[in-house]
């Protein structure tokens, strides 16, 4: 295996070590404290927004493990 894919596998975990934690750090706050003063529909587009992102960057960075 060459050096670059090395390094990209490294990368692909450290950013899944980041995002595992990110989720956990999230649920934890999100159990802890109350809701906000947000409406429904801004509290739903956050939570879409928020999710989708994590899990663009969990599969991304399990893709930079995998593919390479």
Not at 43 to 55: R, S, T
């Amino acid at each position: 295996m060459d050096l670059s894919g090395i390094l990209a596998k490294i990368v692909g975990l450290i950013l899944l070590g980041w995002t595992v934690r990110s989720i956990f750090k999230h649920l934890k706050e999100r159990k802890a404290s109350a809701q906000l003063e947000q409406s429904f529909t801004e509290q739903i587009l956050n939570n879409l927004l928020l999710y989708l992102w994590l899990l663009f960057m969990t599969a991304f960075s399990i893709g930079m493990i995998v593919n390479n």
